[in-house]
């Protein structure tokens, strides 16, 4: 999924408002829902990308699935991204207040793949080899294709310490 500017820009917005209301935290919660619902469930998708369907009607059926729910101040942003005809975005807003809100509360996301299930001792070695004030959520993938050991992504930066890795370097330097 491509995420947009404008997406970006309402859930910038989003942000600033639950930030000044004191709601940011159910704002998340909620943008969690949303995005995880919608990624879920085609036909909501393809009803919110219809450009047949009105976007009164839209709203109704955003507020008749979510609506006790979610909270007044995500209730009036889902009414406002319908009259501006932006329900398409209403997923790519969500991702994009997810990150934000992480950025936030300087929380980084690292994408760990081992061979096998990790226990709590290594996944705290994992978190202090990437050396960050930041508050790390891990989420971890399972690979037996890698042998053993461990990859490790944040953002655009990884770090494999992986077998296959190893055995693939060797094989290069043998060659």
């Given at each position: 999924?491509?995420h947009?500017?404008?997406?970006n820009?309402?859930?910038?917005?989003?942000?600033?408002?639950a930030v000044e209301?004191?709601?940011?935290?159910?704002?998340?919660?909620?943008?969690?829902?949303?995005?995880?619902?919608i990624?879920?469930?085609?036909?909501?998708?393809?009803l919110?990308?219809?450009?047949?369907?009105?976007?009164?009607k839209?709203?109704?059926?955003?507020?008749?699935?979510?609506?006790a729910?979610i909270?007044?101040?995500?209730?009036?942003?889902?009414?406002?991204v319908s009259?501006?005809?932006?329900?398409?975005?209403?997923?790519?807003i969500?991702f994009?207040?997810?990150?934000?809100?992480k950025?936030?509360?300087?929380?980084?996301?690292?994408?760990?793949?081992?061979?096998?299930k990790?226990?709590?001792?290594q996944?705290?070695?994992i978190i202090?080899?990437?050396k960050?004030?930041?508050t790390v959520e891990?989420?971890?993938?399972?690979?037996?294709?890698?042998?053993?050991?461990?990859?490790?992504?944040?953002?655009?930066?990884?770090?494999?310490?992986?077998?296959l890795?190893?055995?693939?370097d060797?094989?290069?330097?043998?060659?």
């Open positions: 999924m491509t947009s500017l404008a997406g820009r309402y859930a910038k917005s989003l942000l600033e408002i209301n004191n709601k940011l935290e159910e704002v998340y919660n909620n943008m969690l829902l949303i995005e995880s619902t990624k879920e469930n085609r036909d909501l998708s393809v919110l990308n219809s450009p047949v369907v009105k976007s009164t839209k709203v109704s059926v955003l507020i008749a699935i979510f609506g729910k909270g007044d101040t995500t209730t009036s942003f889902l009414q406002l009259e501006r005809k932006r329900e398409p975005l209403l997923e790519d969500a994009s207040f997810i990150a934000l809100y950025k936030h509360k300087n929380i980084i996301v690292a994408e760990v793949t081992s061979a096998v990790l226990d709590d001792i996944k705290q070695n202090a080899l990437l960050t004030d930041a891990m989420v971890e993938k399972i690979d037996p294709s890698i042998i053993g050991g461990f990859i490790v992504r944040v953002d655009d930066k990884q770090i494999d310490a992986s077998i890795r190893e055995l693939s060797l094989r290069q330097a043998l060659n």
